[in-house]
């Protein structure tokens, strides 16, 4: 069963606008919750990473949010740009030593028009 | 800057082929990861390591095989491929400390025909 899911599945922005990505997830425990960018054939790049029951990052251009209660995150991308498209996944650390697992989301396909 | 590499980065063979992907990192982590990505589903993972001569299993190892020579080199290997183990086969290495990053590699894209 997928313990995180990731939505919508794809997204079409015009460039300049902002948008928002949603995590839902049911992995227990929650250590934490990191967001990864992937660009087209790539390998996966950290942006942010969320540990507290609530908490709140912000990396330039991108903000995210976590509610452990609400096994919720959700990833805000402003003003975008045409080096924004790519694939966002959603990640859940059930520990948080590297002997840990971590659970993948599927991700959400972001594309930026101009 | 961290750096995870991966060969070859892309690789077509038979059923019942050979197949070794090669992973080398340059970042000293202890620990390495072999994943796989699948359309429609997150990274799952294949094999992981902490440390030279030590392997864990992951979440879908049937049909694969992993050894870590050294530190900095970790190998997957299929003995018999099958169709099924067509995807994108990603390697990472992070350090033990809690919250630690896993820096991934480029990606591998593997063909079994």
């Known amino acids: 069963k997928t313990q995180v899911e990731q939505s919508p599945q794809s997204l079409v922005v015009r460039q300049g606008e902002n948008c928002v990505l949603q995590?839902?997830?049911?992995?227990?425990?929650?250590?934490?919750l990191r967001w990864f960018k992937q660009d087209t054939g790539k390998g996966l790049v950290s942006l942010t990473v969320l540990v507290d029951q609530k908490d709140k990052t912000s990396n330039g251009r991108y903000s995210a949010t976590l509610d452990k209660d609400a096994k919720h995150s959700t990833l805000h991308i402003t003003a975008t740009l045409l080096d924004d498209t790519a694939t966002y996944i959603c990640v859940v650390g059930d520990r948080g030593s590297a002997l840990g697992r971590l659970h993948f989301g599927a991700g959400t396909q972001l594309i930026v028009i101009p | 800057e961290a750096a995870v590499t991966q060969s070859p980065r892309n690789k077509v063979t038979v059923t019942g082929g050979n197949v070794t992907l090669s992973c080398r990192q340059t970042n000293s982590h202890n620990y390495m990861y072999w994943y796989r990505q699948d359309t429609g589903h997150g990274l799952r993972l294949i094999h992981y390591?902490?440390?030279?001569?030590?392997?864990q299993i992951g979440d879908v190892p049937d049909g694969y095989k992993a050894t870590r020579t050294t530190q900095e080199d970790f190998f997957l290997l299929l003995e018999l491929a099958s169709p099924s183990q067509t995807s994108l086969y990603f390697c990472?290495?992070?350090?033990?400390?809690?919250?630690?990053?896993?820096?991934f590699g480029p990606g591998t894209r593997l063909t079994v025909l």
């Open positions: 390591s902490y440390g030279a001569g030590n392997l």
């Open positions: 990472a290495s992070s350090e033990g400390r809690n919250y630690a990053e896993q820096f």
């Open positions: 995590c839902n997830y049911s992995v227990t425990p929650d250590n934490h």
